[in-house]
């Protein structure tokens, strides 16, 4: 539980410093396509990774609690293995290799 906790907070840190660079980033970019971008499309891209990343995260402390049962009328055995199941697609999810790139030019 400590360490999905740690998790979570590592990943709303990193969410906040990404969003406040793509803010910045947009801002330098405001007459053009931003999403023609790379930078800001390979931000975009991190950004997506963490905030699943945290989604995960959030899901496992609820798994824990639901495992120490420390809220056992709020998170019912049903709860934690439904939590634990998205959990673990998440987790298979994040194992797939990403896509090739298409080579455009």
């Known amino acids: 539980m400590g360490s999905s906790i740690c998790s979570t907070l590592v990943e709303l840190g990193e969410v906040g410093r990404l969003s406040v660079s793509m803010k910045k980033l947009e801002k330098d970019l405001k007459n053009g396509d931003k999403y023609k971008n790379e930078e800001f499309r390979a931000k975009l891209q991190k950004s ?43 987790s298979c999810y994040q194992l797939l290799p990403s896509p090739p790139k298409s080579k455009t030019q």
């Open 48 to 90: 997506n990774e963490r905030t699943l990343a945290l989604v995960k995260a959030a899901m496992d402390i609820v798994v824990a609690v639901g495992l120490l049962q420390l809220a056992p009328k709020k998170v019912t055995p049903r709860v934690t293995g439904a939590f634990g199941f998205v959990s673990s697609v998440i």
